[in-house]
């Protein structure tokens, strides 16, 4: 009897959409709705892990992450995955408030707010308020914008992408 490659049996389990969609996994979930794929001899490997190596022609390296943009932990669309470190990962779910002291509304609320004021900044103006050793009443009053305005951008909770 032929056995069938991984990489084929992996993509049955995949609802692949448009392009820059979620892909979503359809096979086996652990903890937090991650997928979860299974290698030859019934050894696990984590669905997004494994589109990400698929994609990409080689390993993880020792000590590092496939993170998400999407967020979305179902997801397994390679153009949503990227390599990082764990610190990296962190930082990238504190800037998207999902950290345990965070919620999803105070993300969505700071995503409004780089939208609706992401002409008001350069990249570099962005970069200057993060690393400005002066208080975020003297930069509020440079730009003309709120003091709470400053805060987000300093912490990184607005214009994360920066």
């Not at 652990?30 to 080689?58: C, M, T």
């Not at 999902?98 to 700071?110: F, L």
């Not at 990249?123 to 400005?132: F, N, P, T, V």
Request: charged share 30%.
């Amino acid at each position: 009897m032929k056995t069938i490659p991984p990489k084929v049996r992996f993509w049955k389990f995949v609802d692949v959409r448009g392009d820059d969609d979620c892909w979503l996994w359809t096979g086996t979930l652990v903890k937090q709705d991650y997928g979860r794929f299974y290698l030859a001899a019934g050894k696990p490997i984590g669905a997004h892990r494994f589109s990400w190596e698929i994609s990409n022609g080689r390993s993880v390296p020792k000590g590092m992450c496939i993170c998400h943009t999407c967020d979305n932990p179902k997801c397994v669309n390679p153009k949503h995955l990227w390599l990082g470190t764990n610190e990296e990962n962190t930082a990238d779910r504190h800037a998207k408030g999902r950290s345990a002291t965070q919620s999803r509304e105070h993300y969505q609320r700071a995503q409004a707010i780089s939208a609706r004021t992401r002409r008001r900044f350069t990249d570099r103006q962005i970069r200057e308020i993060r690393w400005s050793g002066q208080t975020q009443k003297a930069i509020s009053d440079e730009y003309g914008v709120s003091r709470q305005l400053i805060g987000l951008i300093k912490r990184g909770e607005v214009y994360a992408d920066v």
